[in-house]
T-cell receptor
Framework: GDSVTQMEGPVTLSEEAFLTINCTYT??????LFWYVQYPGEGLQLLLK?????DKGSNKGFEATYRKETTSFHLEKGSVQVSDSAVYFC???????????FGQGTRLTINP | ETGVTQTPRHLVMGMTNKKSLKCEQH?????MYWYKQSAKKPLELMFV???????ENNSVPSRFSPECPNSSHLFLHLHTLQPEDSALYLC???????????FGQGTRLTVV
């Protein structure tokens, strides 16, 4: 069935480290892909998106590339900061559907 | 400020109480959603409204009753809840059912 699988957390890194959070999806159809971020005590915020194969979404130093051949949308950042500590959700929506399909979330903690 | 406002931010209620959660979006969107976020569980889609019409109810117990009087407002009426209903309730909106959703900050509900 339709699903999103994210890297198991929690992930703990030191400041300025390189970040990768893996995301793969199973979808019937051609989805648009998203990463959302949830800071402590807040709702989800859209971080970046990509709507077709080979598109690269980017925002706040984060990037993710839509890889149709591997059905993946891995989130990367070259140098993380303490303020990046949050829970990150990978998600997709399929044209004609009416709901986002979310992964389980990955908790990221950045230590100074 | 995401353009989606939820009130109250925190709510404590007894199992015999009746309360309502409110959501208002200022983005001109046509679709609105209620999600439930419990600790250590994936985000659960509860209800979907499109142009004020309910288009999805994901087998939500009848003690949760949604209301959408217009495209800008969404309510979740609560009555005779159980302690396991304690969670963060998130409202979201989108331009259409096929595009990314924008979330409010959520209402942290505690049932005692």
């Amino acid at each position: 069935g339709d699903s999103v699988t994210q890297m198991e957390g929690p992930v703990t890194l030191s400041e300025e480290a390189f970040l990768t959070i893996n995301c793969t999806y199973t979808a019937t159809g051609y989805p648009s892909l998203f990463w959302y971020v949830q800071y402590p005590g807040e709702g989800l915020q859209l971080l970046l998106k990509a709507t077709k194969a080979d598109d690269k979404g980017s925002n706040k130093g984060f990037e993710a590339t839509y890889r149709k051949e591997t059905t993946s949308f891995h989130l990367e950042k070259g140098s993380v900061q303490v303020s990046d500590s949050a829970v990150y959700f990978c998600a997709y929506i399929i044209q004609g559907a009416q709901k986002l399909v979310f992964g389980q979330g990955t908790r990221l903690t950045i230590n100074p | 400020e995401t353009g989606v406002t939820q009130t109250p931010r925190h709510l404590v209620m007894g199992m015999t109480n009746k309360k309502s959660l409110k959501c208002e979006q200022h983005l001109g969107h046509n679709a609105m959603y209620w999600y439930k976020q419990s600790a250590k569980k994936p985000l659960e889609l509860m209800f979907v409204y499109n142009f004020k019409e309910q288009t999805e109810n994901n087998s939500v117990p009848s003690r949760f009753s949604p209301e959408c009087p217009n495209s800008s407002h969404l309510f979740l009426h609560l009555h005779t809840l159980q302690p396991e209903d304690s969670a963060l309730y998130l409202c979201a909106s989108s331009q259409t059912r096929n595009t990314e959703a924008f979330f409010g900050q959520g209402t942290r509900l505690t049932v005692v």
